[in-house]
């Protein structure tokens, strides 16, 4: 059994700065990938940001230059600080995780249950 349990979403104003934090427990055999995505009123989800094992990391052009990714590999866990926010970035936030189990042989997607940002203007 694996979970994801995000934290740190909440409500600020326009140009200010949150930091969200995902951390993966359970029967974890390796982690190929986590990152994040959201997902606003009325739209579809959308990726964030990912970053792979090795280090490698993938940004949506939205965020940019305001949205950086991290990862402590030890803690199963990922950051993502998000500076210079727009009310546009208003979403829940989803962590997900591609990743294989003690149990499993190929990796496979797990989500958290969303952490709610909103930016007032």
């Known amino acids: 059994q694996v979970q994801l349990v995000e934290s740190g979403g909440g409500l600020v104003q326009a140009g200010g700065s949150l930091r969200l934090s995902c951390a993966a427990s359970g029967s974890i055999f390796s982690i190929n990938v986590m990152g994040w995505y959201r997902q606003a009123p009325g739209k579809q989800r959308e990726l964030v940001a990912t970053i792979t094992n090795g280090g490698r990391r993938n940004y949506d052009d939205s965020v940019k230059g305001r949205f950086t990714l991290s990862r402590d590999n030890a803690k199963n866990t990922v950051y993502l600080q998000m500076n210079s926010l727009k009310p546009e970035d208003t979403a829940v936030y989803y962590c997900?995780?591609?990743?294989?189990?003690?149990?499993?042989?190929?990796?496979?997607?797990?989500w958290g249950k969303g952490t709610l940002v909103t930016v007032s203007s």
């Open positions: 997900r995780s591609n990743l294989v189990t003690l149990f499993g042989r190929r990796g496979m997607d797990y």
